[in-house]
């Protein structure tokens, strides 16, 4: 208290004298350095607040764009699917059209594969429609390309398909340029054969071959693959045939069930090709 009323009184006596302002100035000349540095600390550190505030939004608006961005990519590729199962779903669509002896299910022609044969020579198929959808065993499968195989078991939901490739399936075919006959089965691990093909015959590497409609099984003229390797002996009866399958059945994804197909359509077909091989 004493230090407060004598400085009080050294105040008051400094401004009755004139000198309060003197010693303002000198007080002012030794905090002045002190003061502009506080100052400037102050200065930076509003700058350095403002610098993070900045920086944050901008951190969060980074990522808010990288978030649409990735939701614009998903939605890119999704539409980019879709526009890719779309033109497979055409070419079905347009090859059902150009076959008006096949009958498929109004609606419901086209089946999704929703499963494979468990080991690596993918034998079999299961695709999403069954007998609900008035599926059958037996009725043939194919797509634009060409043959898949046959439906071998049905249930109310699902059907499994036996692919041309497994050693039970059989299809009776046809060489389209030399007009042999003969029938292909399936190999393990391998490409389906061509057998029973008369001896004395020219049959040429890359020749096509297709269904020939004999026995009913199949529709006719429906591509089956390409002659790559000929087998002949002299001491056999008949000479034998490597078919590569024109359809890669580990690609597949949609499948067309023929659920009826005109016999007529192959009457006069059998008939020229009997009277072709008889020659």
Known sequence: MIIL???????????LTGRLGTVEGAVALILAPGQQGLS????RVTQTV?????????????????????????????????????????????????????????????????GRDSNNFLNFLMVDLGSRQGIEVGMPVMTNQ???????????????????????????????SSRLTGVINGVVGGDPV??????????????????SGMGRNFPKGIPIGQVTEVRQ?????????????IVDFGRLELVLIVTNFDPLEFVPALDDISAGVSQ
Do not use: C, W
């Open 5 to 15: 009323i004598l400085s009080a009184v050294l105040l008051m006596a400094l401004q």
């Open 40 to 43: 400037t600390l102050t200065d």
């Open 50 to 114: 403002s610098a993070l505030g900045n920086f944050q939004y901008l951190q969060g608006r980074v990522t808010e764009v990288e978030s649409i961005n990735r939701s614009l990519l998903a939605e890119n590729l999704r539409l980019q699917e879709i526009e890719r199962e779309n033109q497979r779903l055409r070419e079905l669509l347009s090859f059902s059209e150009t076959r008006p002896g096949i009958e498929l299910r109004g609606g419901q022609i086209i089946a999704r594969v929703i």
């Open 146 to 176: 060409g043959l898949v195989g046959r439906v071998s078991e049905v249930t109310s939901t699902s059907s499994k398909v036996l692919l041309i490739s497994d050693p039970l399936s059989t299809v009776n075919a046809i060489l389209q």
């Open 194 to 211: 061509m057998g029973f093909i008369p001896q004395g015959s020219r049959v040429g590497v890359g020749e096509v071959v297709l269904s």
């Open 233 to 245: 002996r002299d001491f056999e009866v008949f000479q034998e045939a490597v078919v590569r399958p």
